[in-house]
């Protein structure tokens, strides 16, 4: 795992310098080593964090053995080692290193491009053709490892995370008003915007090829794609290809030249990773939980139970609201740009404590998306219901004469046929602004650029999707990479501690997109062959409890420890001075939220994550 840097200018745009302080600014990335490559036209820069091959004949950036090509990469590939055998056998390729990236680059040498459908793991991996003056940059399949870049036309420029480019000075930072809105209605800014119009995120699954002649981008993967015409209903088969998949992805993920442990919530997801990984690791396993003052949003003891039953040496941190206040500023400072995601606090502090004892983590992000573990997917459902559709105007007038959690649910029903209702959908069970909302609260230049915000190309010409698979299309695509993904590398990476997501191998992610949605949600039971295959490992009555988010009692802490925040970035003086968004509008969610409506927490933590980035940056 590491953070990477470069540039590629025929002109020169760039300089040595340069360079220099953009991968410097990723050293958290990569605590243990840097380096760095320059030509007349190419620049690369790499921050080591040492994993696989701790030797210095690991070390970025990497030269093939023909010494013609180049390389940067972050990230883990697990089947390196087949990859490396294949070549032994097939090219006599020798190895200088035991490490995944000179398998990686040697792989590159034989196949080109094509090489990355070889790779199974989390990656951002970054080429240069000496003798084509070409570059090749590749982001793993469903957007693990980030990857921004600047593009005018001529010059190129690259990095692991956004502060990077912000070194190059000649680099213009005019806000994106898309992304504005995008952030308001999701709470985070999805590829291949940024904040910034003239810096991209690279869309996952995708590759660019950069030369003198321009840039080339094509996607390599995509989730879509994979979509076949017939699903598997067989639930005996289904059951053990998942299970053989799961403890496949996992022993590939336990692979690791230095200590390693899993994030333990308590919840399904992490339950299995632990079990899975406890049943593979020759050593005891360590694990890391986050608890809270508050009981309502404490699962620490369901995580304690579940360790002492796989005997795992487990670690806890119960959180103050002290603690988020400590990491306010931290927490601004990683994500770069406007990141909604209240939970990335807990994560950045269960991080610190892993970091203590453990160089990698095993995480259960993925699980919710790929067999149904949210409620959206049941509204889905619903609101695909034809009198319901029908009648939506009066139900949700009906919802919202009763208390807030009849309040927060009329709103799932206000959407107009033009609202793409997936993100809307998503945008309300994350308490946030529906596409309406925006309409009243954005300024006219934020709220003209909204109208593309979501306009979702055909899911499938291969079978006719549910509303609950469309949905859970639109996390995986969406919701995963740029919010639960983003957030994971971003606090993890913060401490140089690498995080792996064994239910994002792309073998189960192809096969949970084919599972019927019948061994998803059977019985009235979420996640149902998943935790057919957790029982196996876990008693079901550790798990016979509501389900429970991974989140910060915000709402409490707005009204009380964090208020000086609502004070400090939504007063009128601020939310004028930028312009963005209507002053008499925010006067109003403020009102109501004080006034008993609890259910806008949310999206007062938006209008204050927004104006507090405009006041750093802006």
């Known amino acids: 795992m590491c953070g990477i840097a470069g540039f590629f200018s025929v002109s020169q745009r760039f300089s040595e310098p340069e360079l220099q302080v953009m991968t410097d600014s990723l050293a958290h990335r990569g605590p243990n080593a840097s380096g760095y490559f320059r030509d007349a036209i190419v620049g690369l820069g790499h921050r080591r964090l040492s994993v696989i091959d701790l030797s210095d004949n690991a070390s970025q950036p990497m030269h093939s053995a023909d010494k013609r090509y180049v390389m940067v990469y972050n990230g883990e590939v697990y089947n390196y080692r087949e990859i490396a055998t294949e070549l032994k056998l097939k090219y006599k390729t020798n190895f200088r290193s035991a490490s995944d990236s000179e398998a990686i680059l040697e792989a590159y040498v034989q196949y080109g491009p094509e090489f990355v459908q070889k790779l199974n793991g989390m990656f951002a991996i970054v080429i240069y053709d000496k003798l084509k003056n070409e570059l090749f940059i590749c982001r793993d399949r469903l957007g693990i490892k980030p990857l921004y870049?600047?593009?005018?036309?001529?010059?190129?420029?690259?990095?692991?995370?956004?502060?990077?480019?912000?070194k190059l000075t000649s680099i213009p930072l005019e806000i994106n008003e898309l992304a504005i809105s995008q952030?308001?209605?999701?709470?985070?800014?999805p590829a291949p915007n940024s904040i910034y119009k003239s810096i991209y995120k690279l869309e996952a699954g995708s590759?660019?090829?950069i030369s003198k002649n321009g840039l080339d981008h094509q996607k390599f993967w995509s989730v879509k794609s994979k979509i076949t015409r017939d699903v598997i209903t067989n639930e005996k088969k289904a059951l053990v290809l998942l299970s053989d998949l799961m403890m496949s992805s996992i022993q590939y993920q336990l692979k690791s030249d230095v200590p390693f442990g899993v994030f333990l919530s308590g919840g399904i997801d992490s339950s299995l990773v632990t079990a899975q990984a406890c049943n593979l690791s020759n050593v005891k396993v360590n694990t890391f939980s986050i608890g809270f003052d508050e009981n309502r949003f404490n699962e620490s003891d369901y995580a304690k139970a579940i360790a002492k039953y796989l005997g795992t040496s487990h670690h806890e941190f119960i959180?103050?609201?002290s603690d988020a206040m400590n990491l306010i500023d931290d927490v601004f400072e990683a994500y770069d740009e406007p990141f909604?995601?209240?939970?990335?606090?807990?994560?950045?502090?269960?991080?610190?404590?892993?970091?203590?004892y453990v160089t990698?983590?095993?995480?259960?992000?993925?699980?919710?998306?790929?067999?149904?573990?949210?409620?959206?997917?049941?509204?889905?459902?619903?609101?695909n219901n034809i009198f319901l559709k029908t009648a939506r105007e009066p139900i949700s007038k009906v919802l919202a004469s009763f208390n807030n959690r009849y309040r927060r649910a009329s709103k799932l029903f206000e959407y107009s046929k033009s609202d793409n209702i997936n993100s809307h959908i998503f945008s309300q069970e994350q308490y946030l602004f529906s596409n309406q909302e925006l309409d009243a609260l954005l300024e006219k230049k934020?709220?003209?650029?909204?109208?593309?915000?979501?306009?979702?190309?055909?899911?499938?010409?291969?079978?006719?999707?549910?509303?609950?698979?469309?949905?859970?299309?639109?996390?995986?695509?969406?919701?995963?990479?740029?919010?639960?993904?983003t957030k994971v590398d971003r606090a993890s990476m913060r401490y140089s501690l690498e995080t792996r997501v064994p239910y994002l191998d792309h073998r189960i992610v192809e096969f949970a997109l084919n599972l019927s949605p019948n061994l998803k949600h059977k019985n009235g039971v979420s996640k149902y062959l998943l935790k057919e295959i957790l029982f196996q490992y876990v008693p079901e009555s550790y798990f016979n409890r509501p389900k429970q988010g991974f989140a910060i009692p915000l709402e409490k802490w707005l009204k009380n420890e964090l208020s000086f925040l609502i004070h400090d970035f939504l007063n009128e003086k601020i939310v004028s001075h930028y312009g963005v968004v209507k002053y008499e509008e925010v006067d109003r969610l403020k009102k109501m939220f004080h006034s008993g409506h609890d259910y806008l927490y949310n999206r007062i933590w938006l209008l204050i994550v927004l104006h507090k980035w405009l006041v750093k940056n802006a």
């Open 149 to 166: 870049y600047y593009w005018d036309g001529t010059n190129f420029a690259f990095a692991s995370e956004l502060k990077a480019l912000k």
């Open 183 to 189: 952030f308001l209605h999701l709470g985070f800014i």
């Open 207 to 209: 590759m660019l090829q």
């Open 319 to 321: 959180v103050h609201y």
């Open 340 to 356: 909604g995601d209240s939970s990335a606090i807990p994560t950045m502090l269960v991080s610190k404590l892993a970091k203590q």
């Open 360 to 383: 990698v983590t095993l995480s259960g992000e993925g699980g919710d998306e790929l067999f149904f573990g949210y409620g959206a997917y049941k509204w889905a459902n619903r609101l």
């Open 446 to 485: 934020y709220n003209d650029a909204k109208s593309d915000i979501f306009s979702l190309a055909a899911l499938s010409d291969k079978r006719s999707l549910r509303a609950n698979e469309k949905q859970a299309l639109f996390d995986i695509e969406y919701y995963l990479p740029y919010d639960l993904l």
